[in-house]
Each structure stands twice: as structure tokens, then as C-alpha cells.
């Protein structure tokens, strides 16, 4: 089977700042959650091929952005957006009027967005629809979320931490890979150490240089009633 071909799209880009509060501007947002996303994305699936529609801070008009996906023949186009204009929270976008894979394109929007909310906690302002030129033109199914109001104080402190911008590029991959059925990477190494699939857990309590210096825990640690035993590592 081909792979599947996922187009992301992070709003703005050059001379086109998108929306500025707060200190902060839409275009660098946009990208930095686009990357972090094809990033999880990679990590976390395959039989995915992530293509972006800029990887850096340029200018690529609306059309070229929906004429790149179609060229590529993409399965499905996500665009990344900050909203602005006195509100606060998530909504999402897809295409509005009646076209024939508009039940798809519903359907695949609304597992994004439930995804999006329930891992990134914003307030969710709902599931819409526009007539948004990235929307019309691209032939595949289409979606644009909008990942908080950067002149909301609130949001624009969230948006300030990349670890927050993490969180959202990361609830992008899950939802995409919900919507799209993707398959989790086999080879995934265990984050935890394990034997024989049980996990066990080590509580440390001091490192130390000296043997007698650990003695000496292991000593303080039975005077207050809880057993505990040296390990020797090399570092
Ligand atoms: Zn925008």
C-alpha cells in the first residue's frame, strides 16, 4: 500500500506576519507547531509521508498552498492558524456549501478537533465552516484550526511556552492519526526499563561518591522505618 500523504500548512509566512499581539506573531507560531507536528508524526507512525507547505518564515500565497497539495495528490491538508479579534480558545474550519466528500470531510474534522480540545484544554468554541481559499481550492479533504487568540491574554501566555506549542503539534498528530487510522510505529523503544514486559519502578534516594556517605543513608533511611539497599553504577 502507498503511503499516506499528509499535507500541513502553517498559516502566513515573509512579509504576511498574520495576526500580532502580545509580543507575539501568528507566522512563527504557525510554523513552529507545523514542524513539532511532521516531527511526532514521524516519530510516532507510519506508512505517513508529511509534506509542509513552508519550512521557514516565507511568503507562499493562498493558491500555492492548495495547488502544492494538489500536485502532490495529498490524501488530506491540515492548516495551522492563530486566531484573532477578542475571543478565546479552539475552533476548527473546513469548507462550507455542499460538495461530494463533504460527510468525509466532516467526519475526519471531527475527530481532530475532539482530539485537539480534550489534550490541549482550550476552550472550545466549536466546529465551523468558511469559505476559506486554502478550503476551496484544495481537491482532498481540508481542514484549518485555529489554536487560540494571540491578543487574548490568556492564550498568548499559553502560546508563549514551546512545551504548550509542543502539546499542540503533538494533539495534531494523535488527532490526524485517529481520523486517518494511521499505525503506530512498531519499533518504538520502551521509555521505561522493563524485564520480561513488567515494569519496575526505583525510587533513588542520594547519589553518592563515597561508600560509607551511602551507608549512611541506608542508616538514616532504617531509623525512619523504610528498608533500602546500595546499587553500584559506574558513571
Ligand atoms: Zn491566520
Request: with cysteine; net charge positive; hydrophobic share 35%.
Amino acid at each position: 500500500m502507498s503511503d499516506f500523504i499528509q499535507v500541513i500548512d502553517p498559516g502566513h509566512g515573509g512579509y504576511d506576519p498574520g495576526a500580532t499581539a502580545n509580543g507575539l506573531r501568528e507566522k512563527d507560531l504557525t510554523l513552529k507547531i507545523a514542524l513539532y507536528t511532521r516531527d511526532y508524526i514521524y516519530e510516532l507512525y507510519e506508512g505517513v509521508k508529511v509534506y509542509l507547505t513552508r519550512e521557514k518564515d516565507v511568503f507562499v500565497s493562498l493558491s500555492e498552498r492548495a495547488a502544492f497539495a494538489n500536485r502532490l495528490n495529498a490524501d488530506h491538508f491540515c492548516s495551522i492558524h492563530i486566531n484573532a479579534g477578542g475571543g478565546e480558545g479552539f475552533e476548527s474550519y473546513i469548507y462550507r456549501g455542499s460538495y461530494s466528500s463533504k460527510s468525509k470531510t466532516q467526519a475526519l474534522r471531527n475527530v481532530l478537533h475532539d482530539t485537539i480540545v480534550a489534550e490541549t484544554k482550550f476552550k472550545n468554541r466549536g466546529k465551523k465552516e468558511a469559505d476559506y481559499a486554502v478550503l476551496r481550492e484544495t481537491k482532498m479533504p481540508a481542514v484549518l484550526t485555529e489554536n487560540g487568540f494571540i491578543d487574548n491574554k490568556d492564550d498568548a501566555d499559553f502560546l508563549k511556552s514551546d512545551a504548550n506549542l509542543r502539546k499542540i503539534a503533538l494533539a495534531h498528530a494523535h488527532g490526524l492519526a485517529k481520523a486517518h487510522g494511521w499505525k503506530p510505529k512498531a519499533n518504538k523503544k520502551p521509555s521505561r526499563p522493563s524485564v520480561g514486559g513488567k515494569v519496575f519502578y526505583r525510587v533513588v534516594a542520594g547519589s553518592f561518591v563515597e561508600r560509607e556517605n551511602a551507608e549512611r543513608r541506608v542508616k538514616e533511611l532504617k531509623a525512619k522505618g523504610i528498608e533500602s539497599f546500595i546499587d553500584e553504577y559506574r558513571a
